[in-house]
T-cell receptor, first 109, second 115 residues
Framework: GQQLNQSPQSMFIQEGEDVSMNCTSS?????WLWYKQDPGEGPVLLIA?????ELTSNGRLTAQFGITRKDSFLNISASIPSDVGIYFC?????????FGTGTSLTVIP | EAGVAQSPRYKIIEKRQSVAFWCNPI?????LYWYQQILGQGPKLLIQ????????DSQLPKDRFSAERLKGVDSTLKIQPAKLEDSAVYLC?????????????FGSGTRLTVV
């Protein structure tokens, strides 16, 4: 299957700091999604991106669909304790979505 | 709107035993997926249904895994016999039709431990 590389693998930040993470693939994708997963729960969709260059915000979250269509970025501004969790990117080159390995975020109050 | 329902939440079985998981998608969602999420990894697609037909089962280990969605609504995933490496969270997701409905809605998953 497709390989999606997410980085960083984990982050430890102070409350109030901004966060950036990214996802890269070896193939061109038509759609990028960003999910957050809390312990013991399924992933929850945060942002969906449908075309190259697209920049979309959802509250303090902003995501971008890379121009090359092989990458995507997620930024979280002014982090708060409830931002803790694992963030997954998912990309769709064809009929199905492939998920990245996740970025684990810890916010220190 | 009710979410995707899955049961049981947890299951512990011995290797070589059988196990079944159940999923009830969001009402009206034609597309249903089963994913396997091993600890520390992202979800991996096992099978995709469109109504009661299989769209993609290329990554389903068919020698031991089976899934059905007989009436195009709820679905069951079965493992027979289970192996230690099947220990994972099994996630069900569904998706609606139409533009903008690219995102899946996931259930809370069934955590399987094979001992």
């Amino acid at each position: 299957g497709q390989q999606l590389n997410q980085s960083p693998q984990s982050m430890f930040i102070q409350e109030g700091e901004d966060v950036s993470m990214n996802c890269t693939s070896s193939s061109i994708f038509n759609t990028w999604l960003w999910y957050k997963q809390d312990p013991g729960e399924g992933p929850v969709l945060l942002i969906a991106l449908y075309k190259a260059g697209e920049l979309t915000s959802n509250g303090r979250l902003t995501a971008q669909f890379g121009i090359t269509r092989k990458d995507s970025f997620l930024n979280i501004s002014a982090s708060i304790p409830s931002d803790v969790g694992i963030y997954f990117c998912a990309g769709q080159p064809g009929n199905q979505f492939y998920f990245g390995t996740g970025t684990s975020l810890t916010v220190i109050p | 709107e009710a979410g995707v329902a899955q049961s049981p939440r947890y299951k512990i079985i011995e290797k070589r035993q059988s196990v079944a998981f159940w999923c009830n998608p969001i009402s009206g969602h034609a597309t249903l997926y089963w994913y396997q999420q091993i600890l520390g990894q992202g979800p991996k697609l096992l099978i995709q249904f469109q109504n009661n037909g299989v769209v993609d089962d290329s990554q389903l280990p068919k020698d031991r895994f089976s899934a059905e969605r007989l009436k195009g609504v709820d679905s069951t995933l079965k493992i027979q016999p289970a192996k230690l490496e099947d220990s994972a969270v099994y996630l069900c997701a569904s998706r609606g039709q139409g533009l903008g409905n690219y995102g899946y809605t996931f259930g809370s998953g069934t955590r399987l431990t094979v001992v």
